[in-house]
């Protein structure tokens, strides 16, 4: 439980940065003309990502789920993947990556990095994470609730991200 805790917390600092990392390139973004779409469902995702990290921990210490290593250590692996993969993709974006839909009208899309072979790899980092992070610690009840709220807001999220790029690119 302790090691799955810290874990939980590492995953919390994390993402604090993503966020210190998010408002830097927002200031980037705007100071170049760009437009924000989407602040609608911004809120909800924030709480959606804030309660998987409290749901891990609360589900484990509540329900008394056991670590179970053929489970675990495989989940533990995935979640870090998706680490990795989330974080090359904020080094392919470079400032162009932001938590919230902020498109620089007239930027080319970036093709290159994980965007070669996915044209979202960050949001299939975010559903990796998302059912492996608590599978960790088999809080399997926080995983699919998790699932299913990030489907719906998911669908949400890249209905209003492909209508930015696909305005952005006509007005370029």
């Known amino acids: 439980m302790t090691?799955?805790?810290?874990?939980?917390?590492?995953?919390?600092?994390?993402?604090?940065?993503?966020?210190?990392?998010?408002?830097r390139n927002a200031a980037w973004s705007l100071a170049r003309g760009g437009v924000e779409?989407?602040?609608?469902h911004y809120p909800a995702m924030v709480a959606l990502h804030t309660a998987?990290?409290?749901?891990?921990?609360?589900?484990?210490?509540?329900?008394?789920?056991?670590f179970v290593p053929v489970l675990?250590?495989?989940?533990?692996?995935?979640?870090?993947?998706?680490?990795?993969?989330?974080?090359?993709?904020?080094?392919?974006?470079?400032?162009?990556?932001?938590?919230?839909?902020?498109?620089?009208?007239?930027?080319?899309?970036?093709?290159?990095?994980?965007y070669r072979w996915l044209r979202h790899p960050n949001y299939l980092a975010v559903v990796v994470e998302g059912f492996a992070l608590?599978?960790?610690?088999?809080?399997?009840?926080?995983a699919l609730c998790f699932t299913l709220l990030d489907a719906w807001l998911l669908a949400t999220r890249l209905r209003c991200e492909d209508?930015?790029?696909?305005?952005?690119r006509v007005a370029a």
């Open 3 to 23: 090691a799955y805790t810290v874990l939980i917390a590492l995953v919390a600092v994390e993402r604090l940065a993503e966020l210190l990392v998010a408002r």
């Open 37 to 40: 779409y989407g602040r609608g």
């Open 52 to 66: 998987l990290l409290a749901g891990c921990l609360l589900e484990v210490h509540f329900a008394a789920r056991p």
């Open 72 to 114: 675990g250590w495989p989940m533990l692996v995935l979640a870090l993947g998706a680490q990795g993969l989330r974080w090359w993709c904020i080094r392919t974006l470079g400032p162009r990556w932001n938590t919230r839909v902020i498109v620089v009208p007239g930027l080319p899309l970036v093709a290159g990095g994980p």
């Open 134 to 142: 608590p599978l960790v610690h088999t809080a399997w009840a926080t």
């Open 163 to 168: 209508a930015a790029l696909a305005r952005c």
